[in-house]
């Protein structure tokens, strides 16, 4: 922001609100861009932070105060998802739902690992390429699907239960890994947080509801301060996210949870109150993962031809794996769930970061894999416009009719 | 945090849900408590943050997170007001708010003076004191009738005038102030300070309405992006607060600017969004304010004499100040008016803080200061619900009227 500091009366008072402005304008001003040439809003959004990050404009680096409204964003935009899911919906798509997501994990991880193998890298390496490959970041997809109005969608929920799946998955199969490359592996450590994080999941998605329509009412009933069940569906979101990080899976899983069981019990007024903390925090997201793109790597043809096999691989073994998963729903459901558990994002940087801090992976390597994660999600909403277009017409008559 | 950090598989990803969890609950818990011992919820809020800040539990420490969401919280939270205001009413009170202004900044600062003076410190050090003593910070005394539905009241009408001219004037005493410790005025400088920021105000005040009315319903209507009206309101939101950093005055009066010119143009879906995300972030405003107080500091006893009798005259001094000011408006008003004024916040910690860092004030007087800003912020909500008690049972009546 150095250069905009000549500005400034007084550069720290000015650096909040003019981040702020430079962030979620370009945010919103790309996304009308796109939607006026038909193309998702959200690759805009996306693209705002490529254009104001270091690969472009140098504007904007990331900082404490933008990750963290883009960490709080993704939560409310999971737990605006959730609030429209109904458990019982879900739990009834689960058997097809955790074929999806183990699929899902399988054909990533073992395509992953065979092309860096055939590259010519070492085991570790190729293991942790395929370990990146695996989760699916489904906040993309989620926000999409959200927009357009179509998380009733069959498809969508099977999407929904999957991702939450493949997150446990994607979480054991990093553990294992992490300790493959440390040299030794604890099964009863690994175990354990296997059975926690599947408890977890379990115990809220089939129980979380029930005990939310009983309590909920009865102590927002009580309670005297203003806006008390818009607090108290707060409090329930980070309470839930802090238990899902310590039971090892991520925070947006436990806001995904916490507005599922909260989907038949609160009022419209509190989806009102989290749509407007959605829309302020989730630019924020959606920029910052364009803001952690650094094209100028890319600088060696190898390491390009390297990153776009890996990004192909990384595209088809999700569509084909997920989408075969979903092959009893009928060709075009399937298409729709391949393609919404495309997108990979933190959990698979996550991941890179770790092979790169303990050594297991190149510099190279890395580039390789955050460049995938980038290029998965931006290719997401085109594709899912795509896949919903015979959908999406008759929602568009029923937004009509209703306005 | 260390002593959660046990709980945690990954502490990194355990921080931002944990943070926000324990100020968010914190703060609505004892919200509640105080709201059912018929004392103001927000003094509940402020002392979330005492309670879990180094005096007490020693849970939390304001860091970049915190501090973000606290200074967005109090933007959204004047923009809110601001919506809540129309600029015509506005400028017809301008004259009695002007006098309103006037007299709460003078008197504040004769008595800082008089009294750090009488009590054998030097003379910089008694301007700087009066000076920290000037600048009403107008969030509180805005939460507080926000919440009472009370701004549409004349006298909430002169306290929301005269803090935004108070915030002026307050930049010019502490631009004086600090030239004068410095050793040398320019006064060039200053009166291009003041001509710029009284002009951005009157500007925005007068004309920002009607540019408005104007301009935004003619973007939105050719805008296609969702909730389209309310990114144009939070991108106008933060453009002005920068625009009112640039001028020299507080990025809260430039959201307040924002808020006021939109009032009459923006829907309802804007202001429901917008409310979202205040009471998503208004309690890390507050129990910011309490996470600054460390009480260990008042160890000894002449200091607490000193820091009770700044108190004192902070309270008198703006009640005596402002109440005079509003007199013509009647005994009852001229109450309101005066009690509103009270809470002293950022602008005196700010002005402390400069004279600490530039040598011109003790740590001692520092924290006498700060000590007054807390006081007298507490002190406010419940002066003000008895100023407003025989209004405040009307409003009941009406609220209960109209649910």
Known sequence: MDFLAFLAADPEAMRLPLEVLLVFGTAKFLAEVFERLRQPGIVGEILAGVVLGSSVLNWIRPDELLR????????FLLFRVGLEV?????????????????????LPFVMGWAIVSAWGFGQIEAIFVGATMVATSVGITAQVLAAKGLLSERSSKIILAAAVIDDVLGLLVLAVVS????????????????????AFVIVMAAWGSKAATHVVPRVHASMRAGE?????????????????VYTGVAAIVGAFLAGMALAETVGERVKDLAHGATEL?????????????????FASPSLIVLALVILAAAVLSKLLGCGLGALPLGRADAFRVGVGMVPRGEVGMVAAQLGLVMGAISKDIYTAVVFMAVATTLAAPPLLTLAYRSVKKNQEQEVFRLG
């Open 68 to 75: 963290s409204l883009a960490e709080m964003g993704v939560m």
């Open 86 to 106: 109904k458990p019982s919906e879900l739990l009834r798509l689960g058997g097809t739902a955790a074929v999806v997501a183990a699929a899902g994990v399988f």
């Open 179 to 198: 300790s493959t490359a440390r040299g030794k592996i604890n099964v009863v450590e690994l175990s354990i947080t296997a059975v926690v994080a599947i």
């Open 228 to 244: 008390a069940e818009f607090s108290l569906a707060v409090v329930f979101l980070f309470a839930l996210s802090v238990l899902a």
């Open 281 to 297: 925090l989730v630019p924020f997201f959606l920029a910052g993962i364009g803001l952690n793109v650094d094209l100028s790597v």
